[in-house]
């Protein structure tokens, strides 16, 4: 599961860099004309850049597993406070790799912040919560559409900021569970463009009763 996160996460961090302008030191520049044995005053044409075709074939091989229909049949959130939008990677009672793509149409950035919009590391927390619960609500002991509470969370570290425009992928892993009091122990990290955002050690949340 690690290697496909690690995959997946470098797949999207090739496609976020598609964007960046080319650029080269002059020793580096030297060495290109240099090579070729052109005049050191003659500098190559850019490389030329890639279409939108080729970006998104970066991310082809994955597939999902649990499209945001599917989702919405397992858990009981709903518009704002649905956090994951698809599963790309499902082990049934261990593990799972999810998708939130961020966007500024959400209501929370009004307010976080009017100038610099920064996903609540809260909500980071809360998407990683509700991909482990995709897992559990499809566990013996539990049903779909079941509520979920918070009972704790340790351990907690934000790497970087979450802003609008970036693709969050999340990977949960259910550490121990319950079935006769419906109580969950799972560990979870995310990334964008392959850099860690956050990390948590353990969460643990039980089934309303």
Not at 190 to 195: F, W
Request: with cysteine; glycine share 6%.
């Amino acid at each position: 599961m690690t290697k496909l996160v690690t995959l997946l996460v470098a797949a999207l961090a090739t496609t976020a860099n598609a964007f960046a302008p080319l650029s080269h030191t002059s020793s580096q520049l030297s060495s290109l004309t240099r090579l070729y044995g052109k005049d050191k005053d003659v500098v190559d044409a850019p490389t030329k850049p890639r279409s939108a075709a080729e970006i998104s074939a970066l991310t082809s091989t994955v597939k999902t597993i649990f499209s945001l229909e599917d989702i919405n049949k397992i858990l009981p959130h709903r518009y704002p406070f649905l956090l994951v939008d698809k599963v790309v990677e499902y082990e049934m009672g261990k593990s799972a790799v999810g998708i939130k793509c961020v966007t500024l149409n959400e209501p929370h950035f009004t307010g976080h912040f009017p100038e610099r919009p920064i996903m609540p590391g809260v909500l980071q927390v809360e998407a990683l919560a509700q991909l482990a619960g995709i897992i559990c609500l499809q566990m013996e002991g539990a049903e779909p559409g079941a509520v979920f509470f918070f009972a704790g969370v340790d351990g907690v570290k934000w790497k970087r900021p979450v802003v609008p425009g970036d693709t969050l992928v999340m990977e949960v892993e259910i550490k121990k569970w319950n079935k006769r009091f419906g109580i969950a122990t799972a560990t979870g990290r995310a990334y964008v463009d392959g850099e860690m955002a956050i990390e948590l050690d353990e969460m643990k949340f039980a089934l309303a009763k």
